[in-house]
């Protein structure tokens, strides 16, 4: 960033403001073009002559840095964190703090516990005074208790969490991080009052709603399903500021319709995981999340974001939070409640329709296809000390989720999403220029090409699939997330976003939907290219066909736990279905009540539905979808080839047989190179592409691709990998 033309007379200072908004008039206030970094990083002052070479700079970083404590060099130059901040004068009078104080460290770890203890607090640094809280607010001299002895965490039935939060000072030093345990006992989150002290009794427009419904926990085995359920899930404690969460006037969660910066607090989140292994402590910012959920208390349970940011501590959270993720660095969690299909929501229709997993499962459905898309973990979530419910967490598909998952910098991505107007990062310019060759005639070959240096049309069609196939018919006109890295060769790609609306109809066609500006758009002009139209057909079969992730066996008419890979789809639904089966006893208990007596419950509407969705959604979908396909002309009627085993592990050689279903008629061709028997571009036959006669031999790792072609008509095609073991003399 370079400073604009200043002058400064003898004494005066200049006041620079590192707010990341780039201004810098003749006059007024100058801001940089980046932030810093709480926890530290290099900052250089450079001269104007090139080579640019360094005046002064703090290398290889500055201390970390606290909220309204400065650090900086006296007049004699002596550095240090300074006692009073001076912005725009002399540093003359600073005192320099000696140092930083030890962060406290408790006697009991957070986590879940069976009855209530003795907590001891001690800090490493002497003569060191703690000061601590125990109802969610920043513990400092003059706000929180000085510790003198061991606190008492009872076991209470009116606290099911306990939340201690600690600091250490010391006179002439840097007071210590203020830090946050929960600990949760399972058995008084069961009996979670209607009237818990220290809450309000109600919520600005609406009635507050805190209680564990005693006739849901006390029905059958509930309470035991409960407290199995408490322990099978991660626990997220978020605590923060009782006015900053709960006041009228300023409490982020009784306000859902007030979005927006100013409506972001700073809380502390700790995931305490049941087996005791290491979770995280981090300080972030909560709001509200969501459209239409958050207007006018359409639900009491609302969805939230956390926001890692440097203004908070950590600019990302730096954790492994979702199994199997490549990714361990996030900007944001979102802790969605959901709206659509909820026992909260307003139609009784939804309600008793209620899963809680569909959203997961289609995300989970894009990932099966070798997309990319938002990855979930079932959480419970605890606010202040209570119970709030289980959510979804899973990761917002913005430019620090592309940053991470499919490199770059995040400033070099263009993030929209629900239509090509709305822009989350970035800019709209690079999402126009693709539009505009969407527009074109791609029955061209050379203006299909041309699209494909702007979209990835490989990722349109699994996305468009997994939309097709969960029937989502609350989208494209909204729900959706585009991005692309604004460099030469990037491509756009589309990940799934708040898909409630599907797996309610088995007959539902959305293969016709065209939104204007949306990927919809994109995909029905796509439809004009016969290239694009033969590779969607090719990924209809590999998603289809052969143990694909949308494949079901014609004679798999139920779900077979003992034969899962005969339904795909139900095998990678049931996965979710499993994990959220006995924490639904806790959704019912905390939010079944909100719109009906007797509440809404597990066992009996979410069983219902979920068994309609084994018996009739899963075993005929597949094949709904297919014949929709065929009618527009995205599947052709020719077969493609099968093959006597599809793919794996073979013997040194394997006679590998093929055949066309159904005693269709056409020639086989195929190749062993990996490469397609069709020519691209011609619609002739490769150079490589032989006619099927016989059996193929298998003598080594093989790549085998096969198409049918009956008159000029191409079947889709089928790829197997063979591999061979080595043989060993």
């Known amino acids: ?26 006059e007024g206030d100058l801001h940089v073009n980046f932030k810093l970094e709480t926890g530290g990083e290099y900052l250089g002052l450079f001269g104007p002559n090139a080579p640019r070479q360094a005046v002064s ?20 130059g002596i550095p240090g964190y300074l006692a009073t901040p001076t912005p725009g004068e002399s540093n003359a009078a600073s005192e320099v703090l000696e140092g930083v104080v030890a962060e406290v460290s408790p006697s009991h770890p957070r986590g879940f516990y069976g009855g209530g203890f ?11 005074s703690i000061y601590y809280t125990l109802d969610g607010s920043e513990p400092t001299e003059g706000d929180g208790t000085l510790y003198a002895g061991a606190i008492d965490i009872t076991d209470s039935p009116s606290t099911p969490v306990r939340m201690v939060r600690a600091a250490a000072y010391r ?30 009794a109600s919520w600005p427009g609406t009635a507050a709603d805190y209680e564990m419904d005693p006739q849901v926990i006390n029905a059958r ?12 899930l991660p626990a997220i404690s978020i605590v923060g500021g009782m006015d900053d969460l709960f006041s009228s006037s300023r409490g982020v969660i009784v306000h859902p319709s007030s979005a927006g910066p100013a409506w972001e607090r700073e809380v502390t989140a700790e995931l305490i995981l049941p087996d005791g292994d290491e979770g995280f402590l981090v300080s972030c910012g909560i709001r509200v999340q969501g459209g ?5 208390w359409k639900s009491k349970k609302t969805s939230y974001r956390l926001a890692f940011r440097g203004d908070y501590g950590q600019s990302k959270l730096r954790y492994d939070f979702f199994p199997g993720s490549p990714v361990d660095r996030f900007d944001n969690l979102v802790l969605d409640a959901h709206l659509n299909l909820t026992f909260t929501h307003p139609s009784h229709d939804q309600r008793v329709r209620s899963q809680y997993v569909r959203d997961m499962f289609v995300s989970d459905l894009q990932l099966a296809t070798g997309s990319l898309a938002p990855r979930s973990r079932l959480c419970s979530v605890f606010l202040n000390g209570l119970f709030w419910g289980v959510f979804d967490v899973h990761e917002r598909p913005d430019n620090g989720y592309c940053e991470e998952h499919l490199g770059g910098d995040k400033a070099e991505w263009d993030i929209l999403r629900h239509n090509g107007g709305q822009v989350v990062d970035g800019n709209s310019a690079s999402w126009n220029a693709m539009m505009s060759l969407a527009r074109a005639n791609l029955g061209t070959l050379a203006n299909y090409e041309a699209l494909q240096g702007q979209l990835d049309v490989l990722d349109i069609a ?25 460099i030469p060769g990037g491509v756009f790609r589309f990940f799934s976003w708040d898909a409630e609306h599907v797996l309610k109809d088995v007959n539902v066609n959305r293969v016709g939907v065209n939104n204007n500006n949306t990927p919809a758009e994109v995909f029905s002009r796509l439809r004009q290219s016969p290239e694009w139209r033969l590779l969607f057909a090719d990924r209809v079969h590999q998603h289809f066909f052969n143990g694909g992730p949308m494949y079901v066996n014609p004679s798999e008419r139920n779900w077979n736990p003992e034969q899962p890979g005969d339904n795909r789809p139900a095998q990678i639904y049931m996965r979710r279905a499993d994990e959220i089966n006995m924490p639904m006893v806790l959704e019912a208990a905390r939010w079944g009540d909100v719109r009906r007596e007797p509440p809404y419950t597990r066992e009996g509407e979410w069983s219902a539905e979920l068994n309609w969705l084994l018996r009739t959604w899963f075993p005929n979908r597949s094949a709904r979808v297919l014949q929709q396909l065929r009618s527009a002309r995205l599947y052709p009627t020719l077969a493609a080839p099968e093959f006597s085993q599809h793919g794996g592990e073979v013997p040194q050689g394997f006679a590998l ?18 490469s397609d028997p069709r020519a691209y571009g011609t619609g002739g036959l490769s150079a490589s592409a032989a006619v099927y006669d016989g059996p193929v031999r298998i003598t080594t790792n093989t790549a085998v691709r096969a198409r049918a072609l009956s008159d000029e008509t191409w079947s889709a095609l089928n790829a197997a990998d063979f591999s061979v073991p080595a043989a060993w003399s």
């Open 1 to 26: 960033w370079t400073f604009p033309q200043r002058q400064l007379l003898p004494g005066e200072y200049l006041l620079v403001f590192a707010s990341g908004k780039d201004r810098a008039p003749d």
């Open 57 to 76: 700079e703090l290398a290889p970083a500055y201390p970390p840095q606290r909220t309204n404590l400065a650090w900086g060099r006296t007049e004699t």
């Open 118 to 128: 003795s907590l001891e607090l001690t800090c490493p640094t002497e003569n060191a």
């Open 171 to 200: 006179r002439g030093q840097l007071p210590s991080t203020a830090t946050t345990w929960s600990y949760i006992f399972p058995e008084r989150v069961l009996s979670q009052p209607r009237n818990p002290p220290g809450f309000p």
């Open 221 to 232: 085995d509930n309470r035991a399903l409960g407290l199995r359920a408490l322990m099978s």
């Open 292 to 296: 239409s959920s958050t207007n006018g």
């Open 462 to 486: 699994d996305y468009m699939l997994v939309n097709f196939y969960t029937g989502n018919d609350d989208w494209p006109h909204h729900n959706w997330y585009a991005g692309r890295r604004r």
């Open 657 to 674: 047989a093929m055949e066309l279903p159904g005693g269709a008629e056409g020639a086989i061709y195929y190749t062993t190179d990996g």
